[in-house]
């Protein structure tokens, strides 16, 4: 069975840094494409960054450029999203979610056919 958790969200505040986990089981990242994706209040959901089953990555959010970055552990069947320099506006429930039987990246949700149950990140002071 195919699945994807999520893990390492939080309260932070303005100015830090958190690391989310996407664990996947049931599949190997090599034949998937992963994305992650976020939801604010009131919000339409979005997607921020992407990487291929070649590692290739991709950044669809000029809101998060040069402070998100996304990367994975073959090893442990992992993919990271690391968030620096978070602002207030960061604050939503993301998302990772996989792509299957893909080689490229997508900003859609379209084609995603399996998706974690989220994880909250707050930031405030």
């Known amino acids: 069975q195919l699945q994807l958790v999520e893990s390492g969200g939080g309260l932070v505040q303005p100015g830090g840094s958190l690391r989310l986990s996407c664990a996947a089981s049931?599949?190997?990242?090599?034949?998937?494409?992963i994305g992650w994706f976020r939801q604010a209040p009131g919000k339409e959901r979005e997607g921020i960054l992407c990487?291929?089953?070649?590692?290739?990555?991709?950044n669809y959010a000029d809101s998060v450029k040069g402070r998100f970055t996304i990367s994975r552990d073959v090893a442990k069947n992992t993919v990271y999203l690391q968030m620096n320099s978070l602002k207030p506006e960061d604050t939503a429930v993301y998302y990772c979610?996989?792509?299957?039987?893909?080689?490229?990246?997508?900003?859609?949700?379209?084609?995603?056919?399996?998706w974690g149950q989220g994880t909250q990140v707050t930031v405030s002071s």
């Open positions: 049931g599949f190997t990242l090599d034949y998937y494409v």
């Open positions: 979610a996989a792509r299957p039987r893909q080689y490229y990246c997508s900003r859609y949700e379209g084609g995603y056919d399996y």
């Open positions: 990487i291929s089953s070649s590692g290739g990555s991709a």
